[in-house]
């Protein structure tokens, strides 16, 4: 297990914030950052996700050749896949079980899952191929491409580092001139988290975790580039905070470029989220000093980020279910919050566990009898 450190402490507040998120209506919604900012979690889990990838490609995999890298990397995009439609199963099971046994056929209907009920068929295939998402369970699916892309990345990185950043940003200007997206189906539409604009963030943290290039270049200029992200962080708090947000109608085209549009991570959101991140960059160690055991817990979860936002999906989602039947109160609230954090933390605790005696367990084969 590896010390408590920025990324995993700042992933672990990303998860209980996205939990606490996807409880609309929660009581204690209006107090994640999103009510003061025009970017949200999403963002930052997703620019710490590029982050953690230049640690494991500089780090474990580093030295490997090319196609143990390819490799690796895809192993982790299967293992991310799998994930999605395990807990999408489970998501379906939830609300089929609450339709049945609360005599309530309108959970069905829930969070786009009617397909799977009245077009079964379709719908699974459609589940497979990553084309059919449930409302609240469609954030893997991105990971689940970014994550197929980072065998790309690595190798880009590798041999043809100038040409990254290239290639990443004319395929996000790409999308907002032209409004592409990956479709869905059987359902007509667009992915909510559309991956051509997504990988831009995800890429700009795998450059800026490095040490030299872009990376090296904003730890020179730290210093300046924190003040100029408070203005811009003070912007998104007033304009959250008045809920402000251009008009379509109104604004030129490309109109995607000037609209606060989370599916195509407009430059709004994008420039608010990495100012976001700039102004927060290297503030875990005083937390840590001051907060330690907030500092460990929420390290904890970020450690173990895929199995601890999987269960923290479906847990939401009960507590939706739960506030639909029974009402939402602040008590109610309240133990919903500490009870599913705690059980995010028992299942960071468990895979921690169980790494250990793989471990302990590895040692003692390879010593002698």
Not at 30 to 50: P, Y
Not at 137 to 152: D, G, H, K, R, W
Not at 246 to 251: F, Q, R
Not at 268 to 275: D, I
């Amino acid at each position: 297990m590896r010390a408590a450190n920025e990324i995993d402490f700042w992933r672990g507040f990303a998860l209980v914030t996205i939990f606490i998120n996807h409880i609309p209506g929660g009581f204690f919604e209006r107090f994640t950052f999103k009510n003061l900012a025009i970017s949200d979690s999403a963002e930052l889990f997703v620019f710490l996700a590029g982050w953690a990838l230049r640690k494991v490609v500089e780090g474990p995999i580093g030295d490997l050749a090319t196609p143990w890298l390819t490799l690796r990397l895809a192993a982790r995009a299967l293992q991310v896949y799998f994930a999605q439609l395990v807990i999408t199963e489970l998501a379906i099971a939830l609300l089929a079980g609450a339709a049945l046994l609360l005599d309530a056929p309108f959970f069905l209907d829930w969070h786009n899952a009617s397909a799977v009920f009245e077009d079964p068929v379709r719908a699974q295939l459609g589940l497979a191929l990553l084309s059919h998402q449930l409302g609240y369970f469609n954030i893997l699916p991105l990971y689940v491409v970014l994550t197929s892309f980072a065998v790309a990345m690595a190798l880009l990185d590798r041999h043809a580092r100038p040409l990254l950043p290239l290639v990443s940003l004319t395929v996000y200007l790409y999308a907002l001139a032209t409004g592409a997206n990956f479709r869905t189906w059987p359902i007509e539409g667009t992915w909510f988290f559309n991956p051509l604009s997504w990988q831009l963030i995800y890429v700009l943290g795998f450059l800026l975790a490095g040490t030299d290039g872009l990376g090296g270049l904003t730890r020179r200029w730290r210093r300046s580039l924190r003040w100029a992200a408070v203005p811009i962080v003070a912007a998104g708090a007033v304009s959250a905070w008045w809920g402000f947000s251009p008009d379509p109608v109104s604004v030129p085209a490309p109109k995607l470029a000037f609209v606060f549009d989370k599916t195509y991570l407009s430059p709004a959101r994008l420039t608010h989220s990495l100012a976001l991140v700039a102004l927060i960059g290297g503030a875990y160690p005083a937390i840590s000093h001051r907060l330690p055991r907030t500092g460990a817990f929420l390290s904890s979860l970020g450690r173990n980020s895929l199995n601890v936002f999987c269960v923290g999906s479906l847990l939401s989602l009960l507590a939706q279910i739960f506030r639909f039947v029974y009402g939402g109160q602040i008590v109610t609230d309240a133990i919903i919050v500490v009870l599913s954090v705690l059980a995010m933390r028992g299942v960071a605790w468990v895979s921690e566990w169980r790494e250990h005696a793989r471990a302990r367990a590895s040692l003692e084969q390879r010593s002698p009898s």
